[in-house]
């Protein structure tokens, strides 16, 4: 089992950057893929980025494709969402996630291990 601890998340300007990071406990951290989500109020949530157990592979969602970047450091037992030129419509609750297996996933139903979020607002 896998907790998860989401911290860096606030208020910035359109325009401007935040870096998220997720700790996770345990001694087995690089056995997972980790994902991270999103919810805005009214919204499902929604796939962000995901990485693979290694870092040596990234997915992510078409609307923050080339904003944003997933990596993860093993040895810290954290991942991190570095989240540039945000956008006022990237306001939304953030989530780290973790799911058994290496492999890369895009559906929440496939992550185990959530935090408890970490809010994001951008204003204009």
């Known amino acids: 089992q896998v907790q998860l601890v989401e911290s860096g998340g606030g208020l910035v300007q359109a325009g401007g950057s935040l870096r998220l990071s997720c700790a996770a406990s345990g001694r087995t951290f690089s056995s997972y893929a980790m994902g991270w989500f999103r919810q805005a109020p009214g919204k499902e949530r929604e796939f962000v980025a995901a990485?693979?157990?290694?870092?040596?592979?990234?997915f992510y969602a078409d609307s923050v494709k080339g904003r944003f970047a997933i990596t993860r450091d093993n040895a810290k037992n954290t991942a991190y969402l570095q989240m540039n030129s945000l956008q006022p419509e990237d306001t939304a609750l953030y989530y780290c996630?973790?799911?058994?297996?290496?492999?890369?996933?895009?559906?929440?139903?496939?992550?185990?291990?959530w935090g408890q979020g970490t809010q994001v607002t951008v204003s204009s």
């Open positions: 996630a973790a799911k058994h297996s290496t492999a890369l996933a895009i559906g929440a139903q496939d992550y185990a291990y």
């Open positions: 990485i693979i157990w290694s870092g040596d592979a990234t």
